[in-house]
């Protein structure tokens, strides 16, 4: 079990790998933003990025899938009140591999809630040669050891 105490700042935590495949990109697409170089391979080749790439927002819900399984525990994390800053620099394409990799800026207590504490961190998405795919500066409200 983790709680706020175990998130260090300073700490910078590898999450692992997720792989992304072109079926993946065309379904997330077709439900979730359906725009051409994202939901339509003919039209895609002939856009501006030479072919289909990831969603933004798909991007997005890997990371906070292996964030979720690999960072929060359910103990203890009580959701988030917000991001700021999200990017995403390069696309990601399909057969891509994705890593996750969180370092911890700041932990605070909550001044009106001290059960929890407040959790900053910088949280870098990268792909298999290491280019930057999203990069989002994250809060999360943790609660503490009981």
Request: glycine fraction near 8%; proline fraction near 8%.
């Amino acid at each position: 079990m983790r709680f706020f105490e175990d998130y260090a700042p300073g700490s910078v935590e590898e999450l692992g790998s997720v792989s992304v495949s072109e079926a993946d990109i065309l379904e997330f697409a077709r439900r979730y933003d359906p725009q051409d170089f994202h939901a339509d391979p003919g039209k895609a080749a002939a856009g501006p990025f030479g072919g289909v790439i990831a969603s933004g927002w798909h991007t997005a819900s890997l990371m906070m899938k292996l964030l979720a399984a690999r960072y929060l525990d359910p103990a203890s994390s009580l959701g988030s009140p917000g991001i700021d800053e999200l990017r995403w620099p390069s696309p990601v394409r399909p057969g891509d591999s994705l890593t996750v990799r969180v370092s911890i800026l700041e932990a605070r207590r909550s001044r009106t809630k001290p059960d929890r504490g407040l959790v900053k961190s910088h949280i870098e998405v990268r792909n298999q040669t290491g280019d930057t795919v999203m990069t989002v500066s994250a809060m999360n409200l943790i609660r503490c050891r009981p």
